[in-house]
């Protein structure tokens, strides 16, 4: 199966080159170029590409709400936003994660992580491990929460999980494998598997990382929490 790529980039240069990459690959084509989120978002809605390379600083549209329109679009469910970008420890960064991308890479990355990456986000997984998007996440909503006086944020979704659902989403944002939550809770690592698709289903969420933004902002885990 061919992966299919969009580009967003403001740089016409570097989507030159990330084009030449991706194209080299027998696996994957480049369904378009973006150079400001809007057109990502135009691009994206009529090809249903399965990743879209997208920076974050563009002009009028960022890549921020490109990618909050891409991600909660119900006909663009089989895409998934990689960010691309210089600022690796900005907020902006967690900010992107929030809005649904499934991961981020620096724009330094060596090709052949940059190719990984768009395979791994093509499969429906998150690019980010568990741990660091844990770190990510704590740090933004501890920040947030000073703002907005520790208030936790409504999850929709959140009260219809089981309790042991409950219990396992908080494992997943503790950044814990399949393996070690099994281990922890005494079941089986399908068994496991199984409640994070559950949860992941009634909180519409796209991957692990999206769990741990609900747990964080929902304060079900809270940034002091182990």
Do not use: W
Not at 42 to 70: F, N, Q, S
Not at 159 to 164: F, G, H, N, S
Not at 199 to 205: G, N, W
Request: glycine content about 8%.
């Amino acid at each position: 199966m061919t992966v299919r790529v969009l580009l967003a980039d403001d740089q016409a240069l570097l989507r030159g080159a990330f084009r030449m990459l991706v194209e080299s690959e027998p696996d994957m084509a480049v369904v378009g170029e973006a150079a400001d989120g809007a057109e990502a978002v135009r691009l994206a809605r009529a090809e249903h590409p399965d990743v879209v390379l997208m920076d974050i600083r563009m002009p009028g549209t960022d890549g921020i709400e490109a990618t909050r329109a891409i991600t909660g679009d119900p006909e663009l469910a089989g895409t998934g936003v990689l960010v691309l970008t210089t600022f690796e420890a900005d907020e902006y960064v967690v900010r992107a994660i929030l809005a649904g991308a499934s991961g981020f890479l620096g724009k330094g990355a060596e090709p052949d992580e940059l190719l990984d990456a768009i395979r791994t986000v093509a499969r429906g997984e998150a690019l980010l491990s568990p741990s660091a998007t844990k770190s990510l996440i704590a740090n933004f909503v501890a920040q947030q929460r000073l703002a907005d006086n520790d208030a936790a944020r409504t999850v929709p979704g959140l009260d219809t999980l089981t309790a042991r659902e409950r219990e396992v989403l908080v494992e997943v944002a503790c950044g814990h494998s399949n393996d070690a939550i099994a281990a922890r809770l005494g079941v089986s690592p399908l068994t496991v598997k199984t409640h994070i698709n559950h949860t992941m289903s009634k909180l519409a969420a796209h991957d692990r990382a999206q769990l741990v933004v609900a747990a964080y902002e929902s304060g079900l885990v809270r940034p002091h929490h182990p």
